[in-house]
């Protein structure tokens, strides 16, 4: 259930809070189910050990950094409730995947996934007619309304904003693209195109921007892998040169109604600097990933402890980047008293430091030492492995399904679970 709803993250009236994902209730009461089966005793694999070993000594070691900086231990509410609902969540994936000894249960459970978007998809199908004008507003409007969208001309799917929709849509995209390189069946190939087709209406910046850099992470680990770097490097530079000409199509076609907000967005664009000065949404993803890196540079070693980063975004952003304190989103955190967050691997180096990231990197090396020697399927392996590491780079919530479903998928042992993980072997 937690897997069927994965694409629900804002239904009004349901969630304590926009963001959080629907899926989050049933993997608590998973958790509770596997406590209650086997009286708190779990079989982890290492690399989900290693990241649960990171988070203890991030909030014993962080809370005492944090002390030292701020006097207070006030900020681990900015910190432990997300990480704990993201050990949690990777604690029960991990364990519904790993407990199943069919090799080819992890490619079922992707299927899983790949069901759960259609009907997403579908709705977002009927937003994007609906934004154009081919079927009647009032498609847009209802949909809106049942699953807690607030843009009225930018499909928004089953979440609250077009931009939350995109990344959604890429996490489809590559699930399905690999469900088609495993099966080989049209279905997937033509689910894959729907995804990409209402990734470009969603016209997200962030959502463009994860899929190119998927692709370009996509084409340097296999070739690591694979040994052919050159041709690796190639094959990539014409997938992105496509999607740069997609892109353009897209602008051309937005140039139409020059008034929308991806419209004018391009049209007014001068330079980064002063499109993260002018734009309150750029801002919060370029500017706080800045501010986040001088944290980390002032505090190298031990940062600012276990929530440091979200006590002390205010402080830094007037010191270093005065100009956004007029920003409605700086606006928003200067009245609320809570900072956004910064992507994620931005927050481990500004909280805890040079020992954070090391601890905090660690299981995503094994990951890769690990799967990197299934030879006949590397790529298969790297087409969800790249965008999973885009994950753990743009995230800015612990909570956030997707990131720690695959970690959980790539962390089960090849012996258990995935013999056939990637695909047929050169043999079939």
């Excluded at 407990?99 to 249960?105: S, V």
Aim: proline fraction near 4%; charge should be positive.
């Amino acid at each position: 259930m937690a897997i069927l709803a994965l694409p629900y993250d804002a239904i009004p009236h349901i969630l304590p809070f926009v963001y959080r994902p629907l899926s989050l209730y049933f993997i608590v009461a998973a958790f509770a189910i596997y406590l209650l089966q086997n009286h708190g005793r779990f079989s982890l694999p290492k690399p989900v050990i290693q990241i649960l070993f990171f988070s203890v000594v991030s909030v014993s070691v962080g809370s005492v950094v944090l002390l030292y900086h701020t006097g207070s231990f006030v900020g681990l509410k900015y910190y432990v409730p997300g990480l704990a609902m993201g050990m949690l969540s990777v604690i029960v994936f991990s364990q519904f995947l790993s407990r199943h000894k069919d090799p080819d249960f992890p490619k079922t459970v992707l299927k899983y996934v790949g069901y759960a978007y259609i009907p997403a998809m579908f709705l977002g199908t009927l937003e994007t007619l609906s934004c154009y004008h081919i079927l009647p507003h009032v498609f847009k409007s209802v949909i809106n309304t049942i699953f807690g969208g607030w843009q009225e001309f930018r499909p928004c799917l089953t979440n609250s904003e077009a931009s939350y929709a995109s990344q959604h849509m890429v996490f489809a995209i590559f699930v399905y693209a690999y469900l088609y390189k495993v099966f080989h069946l049209k279905k997937w190939m033509y689910c894959t195109i729907v995804a990409a087709m209402l990734l470009l209406f969603t016209v997200s910046t962030k959502g463009y921007l994860l899929i190119i850099l998927s692709v370009a992470f996509y084409g340097v680990f296999s070739s690591i892998a694979k040994g052919n770097f050159q041709k690796m490097v190639l094959k990539s530079i014409a997938v992105l040169f496509v999607l740069a000409l997609i892109c353009f199509a897209m602008y051309q076609v937005l140039l139409l109604d020059p008034g929308t907000y991806f419209a004018k967005r391009v049209l007014e664009f001068k330079s980064i600097s002063e499109t993260i000065e002018s734009d309150s949404s750029a801002f919060v993803r370029l500017g706080l990933p800045m501010i986040a890196l001088k944290m980390f540079l002032h505090n190298p070693l031990l940062g600012l402890g276990a929530g440091g980063c979200h006590v002390f975004t205010l402080e830094y952003i007037q010191r270093f980047m005065p100009f956004a304190m007029n920003l409605n989103d700086v606006l928003y955190m200067r009245k609320t008293g809570n900072a956004m967050s910064s992507a994620i691997i931005f927050q481990v180096l500004a909280n805890f430091g040079v020992y954070g990231f090391v601890l905090f990197i660690r299981p995503l090396v094994v990951i890769w030492k690990r799967n990197k020697k299934i030879v006949a399927s590397i790529r298969s392996f790297a087409l969800l492995f790249s965008f999973f590491i885009v994950q753990v780079v743009q995230s800015g919530n612990w909570a956030y399904m997707h990131m720690w479903f695959l970690f959980a998928f790539f962390s089960i042992k090849r012996s258990e679970s995935y013999s056939s993980f990637a695909g047929p072997s050169k043999n079939g």
